[in-house]
């Protein structure tokens, strides 16, 4: 079974976020990885994602006002688990938090992530070009939205 909950477990975040498997971590921070902490703002927060106790990873809210900005980072141990564990969460998110619009910007040449971010129901709602740059290279982000609905009405 899914389970969610706030969590300010910044050493665990911190070890999800730099796991070798990971590559969320690369985007993140031009610091060296041992000199990587995790941000600890007014208007972040960071949902803990396990399945029957294990760890899978976390998902983030930025509170922008108007919409929250919603990234993700799973461990190994999330493989296969990871399509539902959106869906479940993306429920949750709106059941627990005043969340109401779910913006997720997504590097566009990551696949894999496109494909999982979607699968949770969001859905492409604009380009970004050359949104950063990062060694000197250019990348676009693709943003994806998702609006509250009733959960109870799907």
């Known amino acids: 079974m899914y389970s969610f909950k706030f969590s300010n477990d910044i050493d665990s975040i911190r070890r999800v976020l730099i796991s ?3 590559i969320p971590y690369n985007f993140l921070s031009d610091d060296d990885i041992k000199d990587f902490r995790v941000p600890i703002l007014n208007n972040v927060s960071y949902i803990e994602v396990t399945y029957d106790k294990l760890l899978l990873g976390y998902f983030f809210l930025i509170d922008r006002g108007k919409y929250q900005e919603c990234h993700m980072a799973f461990l190994p141990s999330a493989y296969g688990k ?6 479940e969460c993306v429920k949750w998110v709106w059941k627990n938090t005043n969340a109401r619009i779910l913006l997720a910007p997504c590097i566009s040449t990551n696949k894999l992530a496109l494909r999982c971010i979607r699968a949770f129901g969001f859905l492409p709602w604009a380009k970004q ?3 950063w740059t990062r060694n000197g290279i250019s990348h676009d982000y693709v943003w994806l939205m998702l609006e509250y609905h009733n959960i109870d009405e799907v």
């Open 82 to 87: 990871v399509k539902q564990a959106g869906i």
């Open 20 to 22: 070798s498997n990971n």
């Open 129 to 131: 070009h050359n949104a």
